[in-house]
């Protein structure tokens, strides 16, 4: 898919622009990109310019919602297809996304980055080849092209979430010269694709689910046992479970994890927000 780079807007920027204007400024300074980068907006009464480009000043934006210019007109970064699926702002500049209304990346203490970052620096990725089940918007990816991964393999089944990669800055692209043919990302589902990757092809693996309701098959002991089929002896393993309360779920599912993964044949501890396992 093409890479969009155009404006990206939120509330709060259209906010900025707007009071700019107001105050007479023909040009306001800062960041068009969620903060990848800033550069400078052109600005007059009837329109604004960037990289260029004008554009007709903004209606009334929407919090929690990220704008594109689309169709003549800036769209909300959003599709529906049975289901909503929405990349959304954060105090971090770096998105998060929501499938219905349901946050999928940990956002309260610290960016969505770099709290991928504390958990790819635990399967320690520089030199190693890596398999990303569920590639989400790419962030585990972009930590370990960072960390000087030599190869990762990431998978992603839902298309959209493929989409808001393209409008995304904080997603890795495939095809940037930063990431050096490094990184392979296939539309697929995990669950299936991994009965064809190779025994042993893999040095560690990075898997975050969606939660036990909605990706059961993601958490069963027949998929564990593929993880351990791909993986190499001694090869790392982080899996992301989030923190479910066993009180209003009846579940300890981190411990489930835990159980299912050894007799995979790992040695397995809780660690961060899911579990840390060894290939033995």
């Not at 790819?120 to 092209?145: E, H, R």
């Not at 697929?188 to 098959?217: K, T, Y």
């Not at 089929?229 to 300890?252: A, C, E, I, M, W």
Request: aromatic letters at 10%; glycine letters at 8%.
């Amino acid at each position: 898919m093409t890479r969009y780079t155009g404006p990206l807007l939120t509330r709060a920027l259209g906010d900025a622009l707007t009071a700019a204007c107001d105050r007479g400024a023909d040009s306001w300074a800062g960041s068009l990109d969620l903060g990848r980068s800033n550069d400078e907006a052109l600005l007059s009464a009837d329109d604004w310019s960037y990289r260029g480009v004008r554009y007709p000043w903004p209606g009334k934006l929407k919090d929690r919602t990220i704008y594109w210019w689309h169709d003549d007109e800036f769209a909300a970064v959003s599709r529906y297809a049975g289901k909503l699926i929405k990349l959304v702002p954060t105090e971090w500049d770096v998105p998060t996304f929501e499938i219905d209304g349901i946050k999928m990346l940990p956002t309260s203490k610290e960016s969505p980055l770099d709290d991928a970052r504390r958990k790819v620096t635990l399967i320690q990725p520089s030199g190693k080849t890596v398999l990303d089940t569920c590639g989400g918007l790419g962030y585990f990816a972009a930590c370990c092209l960072d960390a000087g991964v030599a190869r990762i393999q990431s998978f992603e089944k839902n298309e959209d979430v493929l989409w808001l990669r393209t409008l995304n800055p904080w997603s890795p692209d495939p095809d940037a010269p930063a990431s050096g043919g490094r990184l392979q990302l296939a539309h697929g589902d995990v669950s299936l694709a991994i009965s064809q990757l190779p025994a042993a092809s893999f040095d560690a693996v990075l898997h975050d689910p969606p939660r036990f309701g909605i990706a059961g098959e993601l958490y069963s002991q027949a998929f564990y046992d593929q993880l351990a089929r791909v993986l190499r002896r001694g090869g790392r393993l982080f899996h992301y479970t989030g923190s479910p309360n066993k009180l209003t779920s009846g579940r300890d599912v981190p411990r489930e994890v835990q159980k299912r993964l050894e007799k995979a044949g790992f040695k397995a501890e809780l660690a961060l927000d899911g579990v840390l396992a060894v290939k033995r």
